[in-house]
């Protein structure tokens, strides 16, 4: 089952949902449109959603507000943008940002140390480009999509629109809102391993002017790895107010808990410093856990308020804006592998390490935009202007596990690598005590403008002014950096036709240090150095039908001053001088047939090392990307009450980290799902993952953690609307 980064799981689900009465029903992925009563052969879903906008049809998104601020057709943004719709969430028992993006060109989970979402886009691995209704969620940990109506993947560099980050790409949840259509979902799920999770949906109008809507989850599941298990729940009440036909509020606020087993996975064998490929995944069950699992395990509570306040003018002038206050307590425990076995029998020995981190931080975001429309000497012209204000306070205090109170690291057998002897966790003289303030402040302005009806363009800048202060509360030394960050982007649209836009893009970011990020860096002026990226793109977009769309995309994106997991020392991370990602894309979701439904696609990713760094040369592949991903999620309905679905996921293989020493290999994954449907508000649904039972390694963190994959498991889901 899925709920450690990075563990490719096999599941079968079972979710009931249900519709209220006098509510028409329509299957998510498959809907043609036609009401519950129609006799129609494709298979019915039951909308479990509400939005209020409806940007979505199927497996196919239509528009992206995040991409521009504005509601703009996809195929008149110049940006690669896949979008997993509720659709594709439902039919693939999608719970997670790593279940989320395994079907996204271009785009690979990594394992985030079993405590955390992680992944890469076009080469750039990420912990922080994680955001809620275009406001950042910036904290480490897993995400779950219990109240999330769509997932939206921005790839390239977002710096005008996001501001700090928006690296090499984003991913923006878009949670579920109150309206005035009743909702009475439930859901029941079991699986594999122990796994069970309900969840809730439940909205009403409460008069003319309010309506309100209470979403929630509960989940507690074992692992196919040893000793790990999980529990986490959340609530999210939602309330939507119309004061006026031309004002719109919408307050919400969630608290969201999560305790679990941090896993890092299995070590290497065989590594060889500095020679390629000499060293690979350790040869040992899947399962087998290295280290102390009662000794390493991780608690997050989150607590959060979010807002918006919308009111539209008489002539053209929208405002608008958005607040989140969020107050994060984190913990992490970790006894793990911290080198390789030394052998693959019963001589083999592994070294484990330890330590522990907290983080106590509170976030406030508010960003206010001005919107409106012009039209010049017969030119269209449609304004987004706007200021955003960041502050945020964290302490952080991490500890070096002691065994026996003595070392820094314990051996145990490669064969029985689990550890209980007693460890004592107190600070090292490298170890963070920090207390962190960042404060940032932006302005931008954008004109997205119709030039003639066939030619469009899209110009932005931003101005950010980010400061940061840092003090080391062990000796009162203190590190402050105050960066000025320009962020321009400018898009041109070509529309030979309507249905079909040929863009180009430049786009630059930025990525100044703040967070996490600084409680395993030496905190200096040079590490306080923002990173860069520099994004160049030329790509299409094809509406081959209303709902069935191609993309395509070629692309450079240019990186400096990069964060990187150092192989020497797993605690740690190093400063990249220069990193270069070029790549192309394909991508088509929607419905190939009323009845056969598609999602996936094509990655090439060439990303490489540009200067000489400790550890790697020139020239060095950057870790954990693969050169080459394919994945195709295929659903088809046969008559109104029974589909099927099936999925292919080819990754290529990859470096666990920078030196390129430890590969991947490459693997081919099967997953599948049967849909059945006996009654309008009932469904009944079972996903397997990993059809084949493949043995393979998913992803990594650096040379010596190393997640598996997980076996064949099963889920089974059932959904009623009541």
Not at 163 to 169: E, M, P, Q, V
Not at 608 to 631: C, M
Not at 648 to 664: E, F, W
Not at 702 to 713: E, L, Q, W
């Amino acid at each position: 089952m899925k709920f450690i980064a990075g563990t490719g799981g096999v599941y079968i689900a079972v979710t009931i949902l249900a519709i209220s009465s006098g509510m028409q029903t329509v299957w998510a992925q498959s809907s043609t449109g036609q009401s519950a009563s129609d006799n129609s052969a494709v298979l019915p879903a039951i909308n479990v959603s509400t939005d209020s906008i409806k940007p979505t049809d199927g497996y196919v998104t239509k528009e992206s507000f995040s991409a521009t601020r504005t509601d703009t057709p996809l195929r008149d943004v110049p940006q690669s943008i896949t979008v997993i719709t509720q659709d594709m969430i439902r039919d693939q028992s999608i719970q997670s940002i790593t279940e989320a993006v395994r079907y996204v060109p271009g785009i690979v989970p990594s394992q985030g140390e079993g405590h955390r979402d992680a992944v890469i886009i076009r080469g750039s691995s990420t912990t922080g480009d994680f955001f809620v209704d275009g406001l950042r969620d910036d904290v480490q940990y897993y995400r779950d999509l219990y109240n999330i109506d769509r997932v939206e993947v921005l790839k390239g560099s977002n710096g005008m629109i996001f501001g700090r980050g928006g690296a090499g790409g984003v991913i923006n949840r878009v949670t579920k809102e109150a309206d005035w259509q009743p909702v009475r979902a439930a859901t029941a799920e079991f699986g594999s391993y122990n796994h069970k999770r309900f969840t809730a949906d439940i909205g009403q109008p409460i008069n003319e002017i309010a309506a309100a809507r209470l979403n929630g989850v509960f989940e507690h599941s074992d692992s196919f790895r040893d000793n790990v298990d999980l529990k986490r729940w959340g609530i999210n009440p939602t309330v939507t107010l119309l004061p006026t036909d031309k004002t719109k509020i919408v307050l919400s606020g969630e608290y969201f808990y999560d305790r679990r087993v941090v896993d890092r996975g299995i070590p290497s064998f065989g590594t060889m410093a500095n020679v390629i490929n000499s060293g690979r995944p350790a040869d040992i069950d899947r399962s087998t856990f290295f280290g102390n699992p009662d000794d390493s395990h991780a608690r997050v509570d989150a607590w959060s308020f979010n807002s918006l306040i919308e009111h539209s003018f008489n002539n053209n002038i929208k405002l608008r804006n958005r607040t989140r206050y969020a107050d994060y307590d984190k913990f992490y425990q970790n006894v793990y592998a911290g080198g390789q076995a030394t052998a693959e029998d019963a001589t083999g020995t592994v070294n484990l390490s330890a330590y522990n981190n907290a983080t106590r931080r509170k976030n406030l975001f508010t960003q206010t935009d001005l919107l409106f429309k012009l039209n010049t000497w017969g030119v269209d012209h449609e304004f987004m202007t706007g200021v955003e204000y960041g502050h945020q306070v964290t302490d952080n205090f991490r500890n070096t596990g002691l065994f026996n109170n003595v070392s820094k690291n314990t051996t145990v057998s490669f064969l029985n690598p689990m550890s209980f002897v007693p460890v004592t966790f107190r600070q090292s003289a490298t170890d963070a005590d920090n207390h962190g303030v960042v404060e940032a402040v932006g302005v931008y302005a954008q004109d997205q403008i119709t030039i003639i009806p066939q030619l469009k363009a899209v110009l932005g800048i931003r101005y950010d002014n980010f400061d940061t202060t840092v003090r080391n509360n062990r000796n009162g030394d203190k590190a402050h950096s105050n960066d000025g960050l320009i962020s321009p982007r400018v898009g041109l649209i070509f529309k030979p036709i309507e249905p079909l836009s040929i863009y180009g893009n430049y786009s630059l970011a930025y990525v100044p240090r703040a967070g996490d990020q600084l409680s395993s860096l030496s905190v200096t002026n040079e590490a306080l150095k923002p990173e860069k990226f520099m994004n160049l793109e030329l790509g299409a977009k094809w509406d081959i039908r209303p709902d069935l769309a191609l993309t395509a995309a070629l692309y450079q994106l240019d990186r400096s001053n990069v964060i990187a997991a150092d192989p020497n020392d797993l605690s740690r991370t190093i400063l990249v001088d220069g990193q270069r990602t070029r790549g192309a894309e394909i991508g088509l979701m929607g419905r190939i047939t009323p009845h056969w439904s598609v999602m996936g696609g094509y990655g090439y990713t060439d990303a490489e090392i540009t200067k000489n760094i400790a550890g790697a040369d020139k020239g060095a592949a950057v870790a954990q990307v693969p050169k080459h991903t394919v994945a195709v999620w295929n659903r088809y309905d046969f008559t109104s009450y029974l589909g099927l679905g099936l999925g292919v996921i080819h990754r290529g293989s990859i470096y666990a980290a920078v030196d390129n020493t430890v590969l991947l290999p490459s693997y081919t994954r099967l997953d599948a799902a049967v849909f059945v449907q006996p009654h309008k508000n009932i469904r009944i649904q079972a996903n397997v993952e990993n059809l084949a039972n493949i043995e393979y390694a998913t992803s990594a963190h650096n040379n010596n953690n190393i997640m598996p994959g997980a076996p064949r498991i099963f889920r089974l889901t059932a959904m009623v609307n009541f």
